[in-house]
């Protein structure tokens, strides 16, 4: 059985015996029109009966929040169609790259981000964790601190451009989240990705119901001007399906409903092994990437076996990333003495953002053996790391046999950060 999995911008294709492929779990396709019709379109009809032009009455400083470069939020197609709405005689516009902790933006990136053209006509900056760029905003009634950047003061509406996508905590990304952790500093997103949060049960990937870190998210915006909201929802190969606008509850709520029917899969039996693709722009580094481990092993009723082998290709074209968070990441990977070590340590002790990460990595790789592929085992920076690594998806593969055996089902996702909720019914 000949298959392909997404790898870059490009895939990796190998074969399997046909009798051992237990299924190849895929998003379901639901394609709109273009980015820039769809966006036409809800800007005419919002959501909630909200008035983009009564919105805009009296609002003279307006703050636009975009997902950085790791989110496919067809920002060259939807800012100018928001923005045409926005324009008037007088009226200030500030683009922003709400980052969060990953690394911020320079100007080049910010360029490729929204395109020549908005960024030669538009005040366009990126998110900092520059002390002098954040301000106090209280704290929520969890008793989180909120900290946000000052441009979230000094505005009189936000309007968000988001992604509404599987998230390992919020359940679905997008929404508030945008700004309150897009926007935050470092104090707010530690506080949101500490054991308290990680270890709720009620912050699981696909779950927003009762979810405590997702409605954190929403309790820190209200704390904001966040008044509109522009969330996209894409297919598998990040076609957009389709576009919400209105009030941010609103749009985040439809929005989710329908990726809950492109992105959640469930399955009859369990496997041995569990091959992924990721593909660009989510295979950038390994602090994305590792996230392909946690939608296949945190979930209620995993589809692959204790002591099974989830293979995950990607690129890694920024090695660890190139972050605070992304650096802290890889160092507890590397000086991690054993998984329960470090999951021990962590509820003993707490940890910050970053260190979150490894944590979260740590408890599955308890139960279960990971291998990456990845050409850039070249440059050695997996060398350190508590997996294997190869080059070759075949030798990947033999060696997951090795483990498991060469009877063992096996499942092929070939997004994996998108295709998720991969549960047994």
């Known amino acids: 059985m000949n ?43 919002p959501l909630n009966g909200v008035s983009f032009d009564d919105l805009m009455v009296g609002k003279n400083n307006i703050l636009v929040a975009v997902p950085d470069n790791t ?37 080049p990136e910010l360029r490729s981000l929204v395109g020549k053209a908005i960024f030669k006509s538009y005040r366009v900056k990126s998110h900092t964790q ?64 500490g054991t308290r949060f990680l270890d709720d049960r009620s912050t699981r990937i696909a779950s927003i119901d009762g979810n405590l870190f997702q409605d954190t998210l929403w309790e820190i915006a209200a704390k904001t001007p966040l008044g509109f909201s522009v969330n996209v929802v894409n297919d598998p190969d990040g076609t957009a399906a389709a576009v919400f606008a209105g009030s941010p509850r609103d749009v985040f709520e439809k929005g989710v409903k329908l990726a809950k029917k492109i992105f959640e899969v469930t399955v009859v039996k369990e496997g041995g092994i569990v091959i992924c693709g990721i593909g660009y722009p989510k295979d950038i580094n390994l602090y994305q990437s590792s996230r392909a481990i946690n939608y296949v092993a945190n979930v209620d009723r995993p589809v692959i076996s204790k002591g099974g082998v989830i293979v995950v290709a990607a690129e890694l074209r920024d090695g660890i990333g190139l972050s605070q968070a992304e650096k802290l990441f890889y160092k507890n990977l590397c000086v991690m003495r054993s998984p329960r070590q470090l999951v021990e340590e962590v509820r003993r002790e707490g940890c910050v953002a970053g260190k979150h990460r490894a944590y979260m990595l740590a408890a599955p790789l308890m139960d279960y053996k990971v291998i990456f592929v990845t050409a850039s085992s070249k440059k050695g920076f997996m060398r350190n790391l508590p997996f294997e690594t190869f080059s070759s998806i075949r030798k990947a593969i033999l060696r997951a046999e090795d483990i498991v055996g060469r009877d063992a089902g096996v499942y092929v996702i070939p997004k994996a950060l998108a295709t998720v909720a991969i549960r047994r019914i």
């Open 71 to 107: 989110r496919s939020a067809h920002l060259k197609d939807i800012l100018p169609v928001l923005l045409r709405r926005i324009e008037s005689k007088g009226r200030a516009i500030t683009i922003v790259a709400a980052t969060g902790l990953h690394k911020s933006h320079d100007g």
């Open 130 to 193: 520059d002390e002098r760029s954040l301000i106090d905003f209280g704290r929520t009634s969890k008793g989180v601190p909120v900290v946000l950047n000052r441009m979230v003061r000094d505005c009189d509406l936000i309007i968000s451009v988001g992604v509404i996508e599987p998230h390992l905590y919020a359940g679905y990304s997008g929404g508030a989240k945008t700004v309150a952790i897009g926007l935050a500093g470092k104090v707010t997103i530690d506080h949101t990705h």
């Open 3 to 45: 298959i392909a999995i997404a790898y870059g911008r490009g895939r990796i294709k190998f074969s399997l015996p046909k009798r051992r492929v237990l299924g190849v779990l895929k998003n379901k396709v639901a394609r709109g029109d273009s980015v820039r019709d769809l966006t036409v379109t809800a800007l005419r009809r």
